[in-house]
């Protein structure tokens, strides 16, 4: 099992920045890859953005290309995704997620493994 703790959520207003964290333990020596899929009221949980367990190669939805990035600090087994420029259709809960499967990146279905979400607010 591998356990994904998230933090660094809140409010910001538009133009902002913000930097979630996303803390993996367990078996994490099978993960393959890591993303952030986010949930708006209403939506269905959506691809934001995704790094393989390396670090080596990163993977952007076009909503957020030039804004977010995504980063791996491999001693701690976090990562990291820092959000610039936002926007409030940005608002929504944030998921860390992991995969021990190569398929396809951006379908929650493939992740494994999940956090309990964290709160992205912004106001315009």
């Known amino acids: 099992q591998v356990q994904l703790v998230e933090s660094g959520g809140g409010l910001v207003q538009a133009g902002g920045s913000l930097r979630l964290s996303c803390a993996a333990s367990?078996?994490?020596?099978?993960?393959?890859?890591m993303g952030w899929f986010r949930q708006a009221p209403g939506k269905e949980r959506a691809f934001v953005i995704a790094?393989?367990?390396?670090?080596?190669?990163?993977y952007y939805a076009d909503s957020v290309k030039g804004r977010f990035t995504i980063s791996k600090d491999n001693a701690k087994n976090t990562v990291y995704l820092q959000m610039n420029s936002l926007k409030s259709e940005d608002t929504a809960v944030y998921y860390c997620?992991?995969?021990?499967?190569?398929?396809?990146?951006?379908?929650?279905?493939?992740?494994?493994?999940w956090g309990q979400g964290t709160q992205v607010t912004v106001s315009s």
């Open positions: 790094i393989s367990w390396g670090g080596g190669s990163t």
């Open positions: 997620a992991a995969t021990e499967r190569g398929t396809v990146i951006s379908s929650a279905a493939t992740y494994d493994y």
């Open positions: 367990g078996r994490t020596f099978g993960i393959y890859r």
